[in-house]
């Protein structure tokens, strides 16, 4: 399989693309980025030279016949990429987060109507996919519920990704409360009671030493349950890539999450 990463320069680019050049069956064509033009990809992740170059354009790209691209960029980069790939009937598969939920629905309807496929996975480790599904399950016990999520003090959008997802799955079970503070309940510091979705409390935390972690606090009379998970590595996020490559011929022309292809 050819396969093109898009923000191959950057963090979560290099670490997946020095996993791929180990697969057999896999094999990275080319890399697109706005940095590092025409460097060689091998080069670029400290290994041997590959035939493989980092390219700023989709044309030069094209010349690969890539038949996936994997991306991990920014927002509105994902957004163009994945319009591209579908009108050039190419896959992708997305681990860009922060992509708003309008632009969502424009890329299913162009999704529909194209001959390749789009997979969105805002959380590729399968703990936390894990966490989530186990986290709609017991929402029944509890009477209340909030999310901490903490990621490192470079990550551009808040709440997570995952914490969005998993006040989803939890909201579809219950709603815990409609309101974000209760009728006895104030702010002396703006915002204290962090933000409100699906009608759970998410509090986001930004610090250096950190990668990507979340805990889901639930609490009864006398009890709380915290399901925790930590992403310690980058390479946390592989086995969810490559599920998600060999899982991609089951699914639709339009899928959001990796929990698609995990079953408890
Ligand atoms: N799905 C997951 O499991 C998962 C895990 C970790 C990070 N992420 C997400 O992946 C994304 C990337 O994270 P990162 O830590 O690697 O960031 P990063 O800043 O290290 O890398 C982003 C790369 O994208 C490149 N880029 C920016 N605009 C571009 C454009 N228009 N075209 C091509 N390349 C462009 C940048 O030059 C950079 O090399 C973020 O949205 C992050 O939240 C997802």
């Known amino acids: 399989m050819r396969v093109v990463v898009s923000g191959i320069c950057g963090k979560m680019g290099q670490s997946i693309c020095k996993e791929l050049l180990k697969e057999e069956g896999i094999e990275v064509v080319g890399g697109l980025d706005i940095k590092d033009k025409g460097m060689d990809v091998g080069s670029l992740l400290g290994s041997q030279k590959t035939k493989a170059l980092v390219h700023d354009s989709y044309e030069q790209i094209k010349k690969y016949s890539p038949q996936l691209i994997i991306d991990f960029t920014i927002a509105e980069a994902a957004a163009k990429t994945i319009g591209w790939a579908l009108e050039n009937n190419i896959d992708i598969i997305v681990g860009t987060t922060g992509i708003d939920k309008k632009t969502l629905e424009k890329i299913k309807d ?9 997979f969105i996975v805002p959380n590729f480790s399968i703990g936390a996919v894990l966490m989530i599904k186990m986290s709609a399950l017991i929402t029944k016990y509890f009477d209340g519920c909030e999310i901490i999520e903490l990621h490192h003090d470079k990550k551009k959008d808040a709440p997570s990704g995952t914490s969005v997802m998993t006040s989803e799955a939890i909201g579809k079970q219950k709603t815990f409360a409609h309101e974000r503070l209760k009728e006895f309940e104030s702010e002396t510091a703006e915002n204290s009671r962090g933000s409100f979705l699906n009608g759970i409390h998410v509090h986001s935390i930004r610090l250096p030493g950190l990668l990507a972690h979340q805990k889901v606090i639930f609490g009864t009379k006398g009890q709380t349950l915290t399901i925790s998970h930590d992403s310690l590595d980058r390479t ?23 929990d698609k292809l995990i079953e408890i």
Do not use: C, D
């Open 110 to 118: 162009q999704a529909e109507r194209a001959q390749s496929k789009v």
């Open 236 to 258: 946390s996020f592989y086995p969810g890539v490559l599920l998600a490559i060999e899982g991609l011929k089951k699914l639709g022309n339009f899928t959001y999450g990796l």
